[in-house]
């Protein structure tokens, strides 16, 4: 077996699909392989930094690597396995540059879970997970995360609030007037559990609106004096739960 790196730290990080043990080859795909190989100039011998969301973060030895893929081997735990702050995010689609933002900055703060909502103002609702999952594993591999947040598949506002846990917080950015500061808010709820919601440009509709007003884990919240675009908003929010009850305190 190689010896451990212990004189460097590798710099390159990849996210891989399947169990990380010490001394047990995986395999790279294609992709990877030409990442490593041709855009990153890595060759047999260098060593990277491998992740699986549930194992830890490893160094590994490059074994091979050939333009139809590679190998490499796990020879030391750099960090044990992290756990993402217990916030998800709930966001209606949004133009597609600004939706890929959402989700990449989101992966970098840090939040657990990311649904797309489906409301009546929506004006996109064609939403691909697969890509969603890959912006969100090049996020975790520039961040220094070795977690990624679970990407689900759009869901209807209506379906969703029927079947929310009733012990989660689900915090919504109202712009009527009357809604409280997001931060007052936190302060008078103690947990370390909760969901971001955030309508789309036109608004919720009166319907949804009622809904939301209705139910019984709902929180109405405002993030300031200005409108803000949903991408901001989304952000914003996150921020805000962060320093109040997530790992950023």
């Known amino acids: 077996m190689p010896s451990k790196p212990n004189a460097f730290q590798p710099k390159i990080r990849l996210y891989i699909d399947l169990?990380?043990?010490e001394g047990v080859a995986v395999s790279l795909t294609?992709?990877?392989a030409h990442y490593l190989g041709t855009v990153m100039r890595q060759s047999v011998g260098d060593h990277v930094l491998?992740?699986?969301g549930a194992d830890g973060e490893w160094a590994a030895h490059l074994d091979d690597l050939t333009r139809k893929g590679g190998t490499a081997t796990?020879?030391?735990?750099?960090?044990p396995q992290d756990a993402r702050p217990d916030i998800w995010l709930l966001f209606a689609p949004i133009k597609r540059a600004r939706f890929d933002m959402v989700v990449e900055k989101a992966t970098e703060l840090g939040v657990a879970r990311i649904a797309p909502v489906l409301t009546?103002?929506?004006?996109?609702?064609?939403?691909?997970q697969a890509r969603m999952h890959a912006i969100a594993v090049e996020a975790a591999e520039q961040c220094g995360g070795n977690s990624l947040p679970a990407i689900e598949e759009p869901v209807k506002l209506d379906a969703l609030l029927a079947s929310w846990p009733h012990d989660r917080p689900l915090y919504f950015c109202d712009e009527r007037r009357g809604a409280q500061p997001f931060q007052m808010v936190l302060s008078a709820h103690k947990t370390n559990k909760g969901a971001l919601l955030i309508g789309p440009e036109g608004g919720f509709s009166p319907e949804e609106q009622a809904m939301l007003?209705?139910?019984?884990?709902?929180?109405?919240?405002t993030l300031g004096p200005r409108i803000l675009r949903a991408e901001t908003a989304c952000l914003s929010a996150l921020t805000i739960w962060q320093t109040a009850h997530g790992d950023w305190q």
């Open 19 to 21: 169990p990380l043990r």
């Open 30 to 32: 294609k992709d990877q």
């Open 50 to 52: 491998l992740f699986n």
């Open 74 to 79: 796990p020879i030391e735990q750099t960090k």
């Open 120 to 128: 009546r103002y929506a004006g996109h609702d064609r939403v691909k």
């Open 213 to 221: 007003d209705d139910h019984p884990a709902a929180l109405a919240v």
